[in-house]
């Protein structure tokens, strides 16, 4: 891996562990947006623990297996994926009442520990192999990041039309073409070469949110509904300001 395994990277990842994993386990925060949604069908009864572990895991372990892990076997770094997914199924394992938040806190610090020396085991024997394959493992997870590109363009069409959407959908794919041809230049003696992923991610998401501003403006009851709807949801992050800033500050 690109970094060094000492005390602080132990300490750190047991840390993120931990801490991510009671936030889960807390229904203070997740990172998985799929799984987010679902938590007003768990706080209204609809949903009870298990069927939303039973989500959680659905949703997160195949991007941890497919996309996580071969990504950051390919870069020699632990993207953050890889941990804050897993800590979300812990998270959701256990049951939010009583002791057992610190059990799955506990848990999660030991998950973090374990995916820090479990990668570098990885890499290191992949690294004595005759045939050096890791940086096409990276490939595995291409197509899960060309669909976060697509997804502002799907976003437009929801709230502006198909039209609009599609208009978006075809300037996001020119300009990953554009920066895949001409995104390599020089200043003096630095090379730079733009990520074309990141730069139609980066259009696309400037495209989403300047629709959203426009068409926000001529709907000023739905914003306010909406406010209304998250309310408790914002009330919920205030009260847990301190936990989410220390959890921020270690990520």
Same mark, same amino acid.
């Given at each position: 891996?690109?970094?060094?395994?000492?005390?602080?990277?132990?300490?750190?990842?047991?840390?993120?562990?931990g801490i991510s994993?009671?936030?889960?386990?807390?229904?203070?925060?997740?990172? /998985?947006?799929?799984?987010?949604?679902?938590?007003?069908?768990?706080? #209204?009864?609809?949903? @009870?623990?298990?069927?939303?572990?039973?989500?959680?895991?659905?949703?997160?372990?195949?991007?941890?297996?497919?996309?996580?892990?071969?990504?950051?076997?390919?870069?020699?770094?632990? &993207?953050? /994926?890889?941990?804050?997914?897993?800590?979300?199924? !812990?998270? *959701?394992? =256990?049951?939010?009442?009583?002791?057992?938040?610190?059990?799955?806190?506990?848990?999660?610090?030991?998950?973090?520990?374990?995916?820090?020396?479990?990668? +570098?085991?990885? *890499?290191?024997i992949f690294s004595?192999?005759? &045939? @050096?394959?890791?940086?096409?493992?990276?490939?595995?997870?291409?197509?899960?990041?060309?669909?976060?590109?697509? =997804?502002?363009?799907?976003?437009?069409?929801?709230?502006?039309?198909?039209?609009?959407?599609?208009?978006? !959908?075809?300037? *996001?794919?020119?300009?990953? +073409? =554009?920066?895949?041809?001409?995104?390599?230049?020089?200043?003096? *003696?630095?090379?730079?070469?733009?990520?074309?992923?990141?730069?139609?991610?980066?259009?696309?998401?400037?495209?989403?949110?300047?629709?959203?501003?426009?068409?926000?403006?001529?709907?000023?009851?739905?914003?306010? #509904?909406?406010?209304?709807?998250?309310?408790?949801?914002?009330?919920?992050?205030?009260?847990?300001?301190?936990?989410?800033?220390?959890?921020?500050?270690?990520?």
């Open positions: 891996m690109l970094f060094e395994i000492n005390l602080l990277t132990i300490i750190v990842m047991a840390d993120l562990g994993t009671y936030l889960a386990n807390q229904n203070i925060a997740v990172f /998985h947006d799929g799984l987010r949604p679902l938590y007003s069908q768990y706080f #209204s009864g609809a949903m @009870d623990r298990r069927a939303l572990f039973a989500t959680s895991f659905a949703l997160s372990f195949g991007l941890v297996i497919g996309f996580g892990i071969p990504t950051s076997i390919a870069g020699k770094i632990i &993207i953050v /994926h890889t941990i804050l997914l897993g800590c979300d199924i !812990l998270g *959701t394992l =256990f049951s939010d009442s009583g002791n057992r938040k610190w059990i799955a806190t506990a848990v999660g610090a030991l998950f973090g520990i374990l995916l820090l020396f479990g990668m +570098q085991a990885i *890499t290191d004595v192999l005759p &045939i @050096d394959f890791t940086g096409n493992l990276g490939n595995v997870g291409s197509l899960i990041i060309v669909s976060f590109s697509v =997804f502002p363009a799907i976003a437009v069409g929801y709230q502006a039309g198909l039209a609009k959407g599609a208009i978006v !959908l075809a300037l *996001t794919m020119i300009i990953k +073409q =554009f920066t895949a041809l001409y995104g390599r230049f020089s200043f003096g *003696t630095v090379q730079v070469a733009l990520n074309a992923d990141g730069m139609a991610l980066l259009f696309g998401i400037v495209a989403m949110v300047f629709v959203a501003a426009r068409y926000g403006k001529k709907s000023s009851e739905g914003t306010a #509904s909406a406010f209304a709807v998250f309310g408790k949801n914002i009330e919920r992050i205030r009260k847990n300001i301190v936990v989410l800033s220390i959890a921020g500050g270690i990520v």
